[in-house]
C-alpha cells in the first residue's frame, strides 16, 4: 500500500497570493500533499471576524479563517515569516508589513491545537539572510519530508523557475503597457462596450491579497469590466517604471509592497493615459496609511487624473458598494465626454482657420 503523504495546509491569503508558485511546487516535488483553504466567502470571514483579534487590518482577520478552514484537515501549517526578500541592489533594506512576521506566533500563542506550522524566519533586510540563508531554510523544512538531498535541490530549482514564471506572465513590460494605454490589447477581462463606445481606462491599485481575492475586492473588477472599465491592476505594471518613479522620492518607501501601489498612481499621474486611479485601502491598515496618504497628496498637485480610494473591512456592504461604483462610472463616462466633445471643437477651429 502507498505510504499516505504528509499534508501541508496553506492558507489562501496575504503572501500566498504573491509566492503561491514557489510555496507548492516545492512542497509538491519534495513529496508533500499541499492543501490550500478554499476561497475567502461569507462564512470564513465570519469565522474570522469572531476569532481575530479586533485591532487586526481586515486581511489579516481573514487569515485566521483560511487557517481555520485548513486545521483538522492537514499535519502541518506553513505560515512563513516573511519580513523581505529583495536580492536586487538598494532593495534589500526593504520591508514588508510586520504583521506577516508576528502572524504565526500569533496563530500559535491563540490557538495551541493547531498543527505544527513550519515558520521559517526570512529577511534581506538582516545581514546574514541572503541566498545561503534561503537555501538552508529550504533543505531543513525539505528534511521533514524527505531524507533525500537531491530530491530537495530539485525542488528548490523548480519552485525558484515556477514563481519567476509567474513574475513573468502577471508583469507587463513598457511595450505591452503602452499598447494598453492605446487599447490595442486587454489585459484582463474584455470590456462590456456597447457599440461605439470607448472603453474607460482605471488602474486599480492595492495588495496582491487584495486584488486578488474577489471576495475581499468585493468583486470590484467584475463591476467594473460589465460596465465597460478595461482596467490594469498595479501587480501587472512594469517593475522598471514602479523603480523609476520610486526614484523621484525624497526618501525611500522602505515598505516593499507599498513602492508597487505608490509608483502606479506616480505613473498614471505623470502619464495621463487612464481616465481614473481606484485605491483600494485596507481598513486599519499600517503601510496603507502611509501609501494611502502619500497617493491622494500627489493626486491634489495633480488633479487631472482622479483618485478615488475605497477602504475596505469586514463591515463593507456589496449594495453600498454598487452605488458608489455606478457613479463612479457615470462621473467617468461624463468626464470622458466633455473631454471628447472639447477635443472635437478644437479639432474644428484648427480646421476653420486653415
Ligand atoms: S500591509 Fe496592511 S493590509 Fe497587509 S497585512 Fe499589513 S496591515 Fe494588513
Redesign the pocket.
Same mark, same amino acid.
Given at each position: 500500500m502507498a505510504s499516505q503523504k504528509i499534508r501541508v495546509g496553506i492558507p489562501r491569503a496575504?503572501l500566498y497570493y504573491k509566492f503561491f508558485p514557489m510555496w507548492t511546487t516545492f512542497f509538491e516535488e519534495i513529496g508533500a500533499k499541499v492543501i490550500v483553504s478554499p476561497k475567502t466567502n461569507k462564512i470564513l470571514k465570519d469565522v474570522a471576524v469572531s476569532i481575530a483579534p479586533d485591532e487586526d @487590518?481586515?486581511?489579516?482577520k481573514l487569515y485566521f479563517g483560511h487557517v481555520m478552514a485548513l486545521k483538522d484537515k492537514v499535519d502541518y501549517l506553513f505560515i512563513p515569516r516573511f519580513s523581505s526578500g529583495g536580492f536586487g541592489k538598494g532593495h534589500e533594506k526593504n520591508v514588508s @508589513?510586520p504583521?506577516?512576521i508576528g502572524l504565526a506566533e500569533v496563530l500559535r500563542s491563540v490557538f495551541p491545537d493547531l498543527p505544527e506550522i513550519i515558520m521559517p524566519y526570512f529577511s534581506t533586510a538582516k545581514n546574514n539572510h541572503g541566498k545561503m540563508k534561503f537555501l538552508k531554510y529550504c533543505f531543513s523544512i525539505g528534511s521533514k519530508f524527505t531524507k533525500n538531498p537531491f530530491k530537495i535541490r530539485t525542488a528548490i530549482k523548480k519552485a525558484l523557475r515556477n514563481q519567476k514564471e509567474h513574475y513573468q506572465h502577471i508583469q507587463i513590460n513598457v511595450d505591452e503597457l503602452k499598447k494598453w494605454e492605446r487599447s490595442e490589447i486587454v489585459l484582463n477581462e474584455t470590456p462590456n462596450l456597447e457599440e461605439g463606445d470607448a472603453p474607460l481606462k482605471v488602474a486599480i491599485i492595492g495588495?496582491s491579497?487584495v486584488l486578488n481575492d474577489p471576495y475581499q475586492s468585493i468583486g470590484i473588477m467584475n463591476k467594473l469590466t460589465i460596465h465597460g472599465v478595461d482596467y490594469i491592476t498595479s501587480e501587472q505594471m512594469p517593475r522598471q517604471l514602479i523603480e523609476r518613479q520610486m526614484d523621484y522620492l525624497e526618501s525611500n518607501m522602505y515598505f516593499e509592497?507599498e513602492r508597487e501601489i505608490i509608483g502606479t498612481v506616480m505613473h498614471f499621474l505623470e502619464s495621463k493615459t487612464i481616465d481614473r486611479i481606484l485605491h483600494l485601502i485596507?481598513f486599519? @491598515?499600517?503601510?496603507?496609511s502611509i501609501g494611502g496618504e502619500l497617493a491622494s497628496r500627489f493626486s491634489r498637485r495633480k488633479p487631472e487624473i482622479p483618485l478615488l480610494q475605497l477602504v475596505i473591512d469586514e463591515h463593507t456592504g456589496t449594495a453600498g458598494t454598487n452605488t458608489r461604483i455606478e457613479a463612479f462610472i457615470d462621473m467617468l463616462r461624463r468626464r470622458k465626454n466633455i473631454k471628447e466633445k472639447e477635443e472635437k471643437i478644437k479639432i474644428r477651429r484648427k480646421i476653420e482657420c486653415l
Amino acid at each position: 500500500m502507498a505510504s499516505q503523504k504528509i499534508r501541508v495546509g496553506i492558507p489562501r491569503a496575504l503572501l500566498y497570493y504573491k509566492f503561491f508558485p514557489m510555496w507548492t511546487t516545492f512542497f509538491e516535488e519534495i513529496g508533500a500533499k499541499v492543501i490550500v483553504s478554499p476561497k475567502t466567502n461569507k462564512i470564513l470571514k465570519d469565522v474570522a471576524v469572531s476569532i481575530a483579534p479586533d485591532e487586526d @487590518c481586515y486581511s489579516t482577520k481573514l487569515y485566521f479563517g483560511h487557517v481555520m478552514a485548513l486545521k483538522d484537515k492537514v499535519d502541518y501549517l506553513f505560515i512563513p515569516r516573511f519580513s523581505s526578500g529583495g536580492f536586487g541592489k538598494g532593495h534589500e533594506k526593504n520591508v514588508s @508589513c510586520p504583521k506577516f512576521i508576528g502572524l504565526a506566533e500569533v496563530l500559535r500563542s491563540v490557538f495551541p491545537d493547531l498543527p505544527e506550522i513550519i515558520m521559517p524566519y526570512f529577511s534581506t533586510a538582516k545581514n546574514n539572510h541572503g541566498k545561503m540563508k534561503f537555501l538552508k531554510y529550504c533543505f531543513s523544512i525539505g528534511s521533514k519530508f524527505t531524507k533525500n538531498p537531491f530530491k530537495i535541490r530539485t525542488a528548490i530549482k523548480k519552485a525558484l523557475r515556477n514563481q519567476k514564471e509567474h513574475y513573468q506572465h502577471i508583469q507587463i513590460n513598457v511595450d505591452e503597457l503602452k499598447k494598453w494605454e492605446r487599447s490595442e490589447i486587454v489585459l484582463n477581462e474584455t470590456p462590456n462596450l456597447e457599440e461605439g463606445d470607448a472603453p474607460l481606462k482605471v488602474a486599480i491599485i492595492g495588495h496582491s491579497y487584495v486584488l486578488n481575492d474577489p471576495y475581499q475586492s468585493i468583486g470590484i473588477m467584475n463591476k467594473l469590466t460589465i460596465h465597460g472599465v478595461d482596467y490594469i491592476t498595479s501587480e501587472q505594471m512594469p517593475r522598471q517604471l514602479i523603480e523609476r518613479q520610486m526614484d523621484y522620492l525624497e526618501s525611500n518607501m522602505y515598505f516593499e509592497y507599498e513602492r508597487e501601489i505608490i509608483g502606479t498612481v506616480m505613473h498614471f499621474l505623470e502619464s495621463k493615459t487612464i481616465d481614473r486611479i481606484l485605491h483600494l485601502i485596507i481598513f486599519s @491598515c499600517g503601510p496603507d496609511s502611509i501609501g494611502g496618504e502619500l497617493a491622494s497628496r500627489f493626486s491634489r498637485r495633480k488633479p487631472e487624473i482622479p483618485l478615488l480610494q475605497l477602504v475596505i473591512d469586514e463591515h463593507t456592504g456589496t449594495a453600498g458598494t454598487n452605488t458608489r461604483i455606478e457613479a463612479f462610472i457615470d462621473m467617468l463616462r461624463r468626464r470622458k465626454n466633455i473631454k471628447e466633445k472639447e477635443e472635437k471643437i478644437k479639432i474644428r477651429r484648427k480646421i476653420e482657420c486653415l
